[in-house]
Nanobody
Framework: VQLQASGGGLVQAGGFLRVSCAVS????????LGWFRQAPGKEREFVGF????????YYTPSVKGRFTISRDAAKNTVFLQMNSLKPEDTAVYYC????????????WGQGTKVTVSS
């Protein structure tokens, strides 16, 4: 499975940005696509994921209500729509994939950088 994240950039606080993750290669019959982020000097943090089979998303509490994860099954692409961005959302955003039968995120994209200016 190959994951290609894109769409990062510089945005002002309060603004919005959408990042994408294109999925290619072998896929599972049922899997999850997740988003993580890593801010400078901090550990990688789970943002949320979407179940590919039913399209239901899950979020970490700090982004719930501001971020939306969706997928385009026809294009094998997952989106992370980020609204009301805060400077603390500044990070490199990574997409990841795993089968829904395991807990470990096995496949990772290269990351896309999001910078929120105050």
């Amino acid at each position: 499975v190959q994951l290609q994240a894109s769409g990062g950039g510089l945005v002002q606080a309060g603004g919005f940005l959408r990042v994408s993750c294109a999925v290619s290669g072998r896929t599972f019959s049922s899997y999850h696509l997740g988003w993580f982020r890593q801010a400078p000097g901090k550990e990688r943090e789970f943002v949320g994921f979407i179940s590919w089979s039913d399209g239901i998303p899950y979020y970490t509490p700090s982004v719930k209500g501001r971020f939306t994860i969706s997928r385009d099954a026809a294009k094998n692409t997952v989106f992370l729509q980020m609204n009301s961005l805060k400077p603390e959302d500044t990070a490199v955003y990574y997409c990841a994939a795993r089968s829904d039968s395991v807990a470990r995120w096995v496949y990772w994209g290269q990351g896309t950088k999001v910078t929120v200016s105050s």
